[in-house]
């Protein structure tokens, strides 16, 4: 029997969150949509790398001649679940000269002095870009929300605001892709564990992430109302089991691919006679 090497269902509506979605009933150690090995997930993202390239560069060919649109790759994940494996290992497959990447922490005391959504404005990207928030401005309703560091009244603002915000950038030409990763309690502490067995990754830990963790739940039910208030038509959520990092890679780099097919993308049309430039060419 032959191995099962390439994704074989639509991956929008295998992880889409939908009307009725419970975060607490997806299972983070599932492959949905894809029953191969680990060892047929490596191949099938490798083979898939080929065809996003060839995507990336046609959306950001098309920007030359006007063409507005460009994608948008919001990442949102508890600590470890692997946002910085899928830039490194999908994103990264991609001419970076057609990507603009922006990772989102603390606010400075400049962008605490305006809304939450000032700095994410600054960091959209520009036509034919494919853009990635490695954390975004979902932080502003999920940290802060689990923190008690904003009133709850201007939460629920936020929440609005968002959708909103959203919505403008969808109409705008942007194509949104909003991904969480899903890890369980139980492998996030191997994964911090093994943080903090190896010196070499020692500079990834963070003692703050313990803190995090101890509001674990607070965290899902904060991601929950976060799903219900602005998954929306125009810029859904997807939910992606994360305990398998390779099977993680290949979702997100199989929403993109349905993303950016989706645009029906096409080469710009060249400004000038071929036949005449061909010629000039030969009679250099």
């Known amino acids: 029997m032959s191995r099962q090497k390439s994704w074989n269902a639509d991956p929008e509506p295998l992880l889409r969150v939908g009307p009725g979605f419970r975060l607490d009933t997806v299972d983070p150690d599932g492959t949905p949509g894809f029953p191969g090995r680990k060892i047929d997930g490596l191949e099938a993202l490798a083979a898939g790398a080929s065809r996003l390239t060839a995507l ?66 600054r960091q959209l990207p520009d036509a034919g870009q494919l853009g990635v928030f490695d954390r975004s401005h979902y932080e502003d309703v999920l940290i802060q929300r689990v923190r008690g560091l904003a009133e709850p009244a201007e939460i629920e603002r936020r929440y609005g605001a968002i959708v909103d915000f959203e919505s403008r950038l969808a109409e705008q030409g942007t194509t949104i892709v909003k991904v969480m990763l899903h890890i369980s309690k139980d492998e996030q502490r191997e994964r911090l564990g093994d943080r903090l067995d190896r010196p070499d990754k020692h500079w990834k830990f963070n003692p703050a992430d313990i803190d995090e963790r101890l509001r674990w739940d607070e965290y899902q039910q904060a991601y929950q109302v976060a799903f219900d208030r602005t998954s929306t038509e125009q810029a859904p959520w997807y939910v992606v089991p994360a305990n398998r990092k390779w099977y993680a890679r290949l979702a997100v780099q199989q929403l993109l691919l349905r993303a950016l097919e989706d645009m029906h993308l096409s080469w710009p049309a060249a400004d000038f006679d071929v036949a005449e430039q061909r010629q000039r060419l030969a009679e250099s």
Do not use: C
């Open 56 to 121: 990336q560069e046609r959306l950001w060919a098309g920007a030359t001649s006007g063409d507005q649109r460009r994608v948008l790759l919001v990442l949102q994940a508890m600590d470890t679940a692997g946002k910085g494996g899928i830039v490194s290992h999908v994103v990264g497959a991609v001419d970076p000269n057609g990507v603009h990447y922006a990772g989102f922490t603390a606010p400075t005391a400049e962008e605490r002095e305006h809304d939450f959504l000032w700095r994410v404005e």
